[in-house]
Nanobody, 120 residues
Framework: QVQLVESGGGLVQPGGSLRLSCAAS????????MRWYRQAPGKERELVAS????????NYADSVKGRFTISRDDAKNTVYLQMNTLKPEDTAVYYC?????????????WGQGTQVTVSS
């Protein structure tokens, strides 16, 4: 059974930090690109950060570059999102995503999401 379980969300003041975790199980974690998405109320889901299966390349949305860092620990089957200098506009539900493309099929898994609220 495939599971992606996010944790680490919560309420934080502007300028603060949070670290999100996503624990994976039920699939071969090391072969998957991992991504964090977020969705704010009334907005479309947007890609925040991604890391390749080998961990050698990362990408970030312009809005979070220099503030967020994605990383993975393959020994723990976990991907992280370190979020610093948080802003109110970072408020959203954050979702973990696992993706692998094979020749004839794409494998995509989603977590249930964790709420991040940035407010004073």
């Amino acid at each position: 059974q495939v599971q992606l379980v996010e944790s680490g969300g919560g309420l934080v003041q502007p300028g603060g930090s949070l670290r999100l975790s996503c624990a994976a199980s039920g699939f071969t974690f090391i072969t998957y690109t991992m991504r964090w998405y977020r969705q704010a109320p009334g907005k479309e889901r947007e890609l925040v950060a991604s890391i390749t299966s080998t961990g050698d390349r990362t990408n970030y949305a312009d809005s979070v570059k220099g503030r967020f860092t994605i990383s993975r620990d393959d020994a723990k089957n976990t991907v992280y999102l370190q979020m610093n200098t948080l802003k109110p506009e970072d408020t959203a539900v954050y979702y973990c995503n696992a993706n692998k493309r094979a020749i004839f099929k794409e494998y995509v898994y989603w977590g249930q999401g964790t709420q991040v609220t940035v407010s004073s």
